[in-house]
């Protein structure tokens, strides 16, 4: 497979534990996020998004947790097994004028590694 | 549904050569965003097209370019390439303003 990252920060968890995932973002004005899960060989795939006007969306097995006041953003994935090993990225996106979509600005990523 | 493609999957260059890549969106979405990923970068946006307008471009040289057809399909063109070059480009496209959905991306090598 390709590696999608080197020396990423590595969280280590065993099988069945939860998973927090943090991501700092870098602008105010961003008013939609994104997790996003790359395994190797494979494009980001989408986990779960969250708008500005929230602080909290739950998906299946997986929480997004997102505090405006210190520009932060957190993955919770619950109980969590092997197929969850991968790099996981968290993406902002501010909407320019005109309706366009803009451009997904992405974090650094975060490898998981989980033990059997 | 099928998802995005991008042809090829791998490409092998030398420096100076020039590449043409490809991506066929999701049937129906009419925004394509190109991307790129190395190891010391991380994934960084290069530019979005949208009913064949570049609406968004990023921070890239202008030996980056891109085009969108009437169809939706996209095409990046690196020009004069470099050792830099060298890394994994995303295709993904959406249905604005809703996620974007990548490819599995061209492994792109210059030697």
């Known amino acids: 497979g390709e590696s999608v990252g080197l020396h990423l920060p590595t969280l280590s968890v065993q099988e069945g534990d939860n998973s927090i995932i943090n991501c700092a973002y870098s602008?105010?004005?961003?008013?939609?996020f994104i997790w996003y899960k790359q395994e190797s060989g494979k494009g980001p795939q989408f986990i779960i998004d969250?708008?500005?006007?929230?602080d909290k969306r739950q998906g299946q097995r997986v929480t997004v947790l997102l505090n405006k006041t210190v520009k932060h953003l957190s993955l919770q994935i619950a109980a969590t097994q092997p197929g969850d090993s991968a790099v996981y990225f968290c993406?902002?996106?501010?909407?320019?004028?005109?309706?366009?979509?803009?451009?997904?600005?992405f974090g650094k990523g975060t490898k998981l590694s989980v033990k059997p | 549904k099928a998802g995005v493609t991008q042809t090829p999957r791998y490409l092998i260059k030398t420096r100076g050569q020039q590449v043409t890549l490809s991506c066929s969106p999701i049937?129906?979405?009419?925004?394509v965003s190109w991307y790129q990923q190395t190891p010391g970068q991380g994934l960084q946006f290069l530019f979005e097209?949208?009913?064949?307008?570049?609406?968004n471009k990023g921070n890239f040289p202008g030996r980056f370019s891109g085009r969108q057809f009437s169809n939706s399909r996209s095409e990046m063109n690196v020009s004069t390439l470099e050792l830099g070059d060298s890394a994994l480009y995303l295709c993904?496209?959406?249905?604005?303003?809703?996620?974007?959905?990548f490819g599995p991306g061209t492994r792109l090598t210059v030697t």
């Open positions: 993904a496209s959406s249905l604005p303003p809703y996620e974007q959905y």
């Open positions: 602008n105010s004005a961003s008013d939609y």
């Open positions: 969250i708008r500005s006007n929230m």
């Open positions: 993406a902002e996106k501010a909407v320019n004028y005109g309706g366009s979509q803009g451009n997904l600005i």
């Open positions: 049937s129906g979405h009419r925004s």
């Open positions: 097209y949208f009913s064949e307008t570049q609406r």
